[in-house]
C-alpha cells in the first residue's frame, strides 16, 4: 500500500508542463509572445518584439511515414535565422524528435536566440512510403517565448 501510495505521490508531483513552458524556463518567468507558421525562404517579424524568424531550409527528414509502421519516429532538422534589430543573425537548428531542452541521446526542439527560446511545434506535411516532399511544401510551426523581464 506504502508504494502505491509513493508511486501516486510522484505522478502527481511530476505532472505535466504547462503549454509553452519546458524544464529548462520552468523557474523563469516566460511568455509567449507569438506562434507563427513558415515555409522555406519565409520570413516574419514579430510585431513589438522586432524579432524575424526566417526559415531557412528542411534537411535529413527521415520521420516515419504515416503510412507505414517504424520501430522509431524519426527525425527532421529545421534550420532556421533569427535576428533582432541590427544584432547579428542567429543560426538554429530545431528537431522534430526533440523535446524542450534536448538532453544527451535527444534533439531539441527548440533554441534559445538573447531573451527568445523558438521551439518548434509541429512539421508538415507529414512523409509517404515512396515520396520525396519538396522544400517548397514544407511547413513549419513555431512558438516563440521570451523570457519576462
Sequence with gaps: MKVLFLLFSLVLVGGQEPYGV????????????GEVSLKPGQR???????????????????????????IR????????????GGRPPS????????VPGGGKMEHSNEASYLNYTIRLTELQPAPKVGATIPQKAYVAKFIVLKEAP
Design 91 to 98: 543560426s538554429l537548428r530545431l528537431n522534430t524528435s526533440g
Design 22 to 33: 519546458s524544464n529548462a524556463s520552468a523557474n523563469l518567468s516566460t511568455v509567449v509572445v
Design 73 to 84: 519516429q524519426g527525425n527532421a532538422e529545421v534550420n532556421v535565422k533569427v535576428t533582432q
Design 44 to 70: 516574419t517579424t514579430l510585431r513589438g518584439e522586432a524579432l524575424t524568424i526566417e526559415l531557412i531550409s528542411v534537411s535529413n527528414d527521415s520521420r516515419c511515414p504515416i503510412d507505414a509502421t517504424c
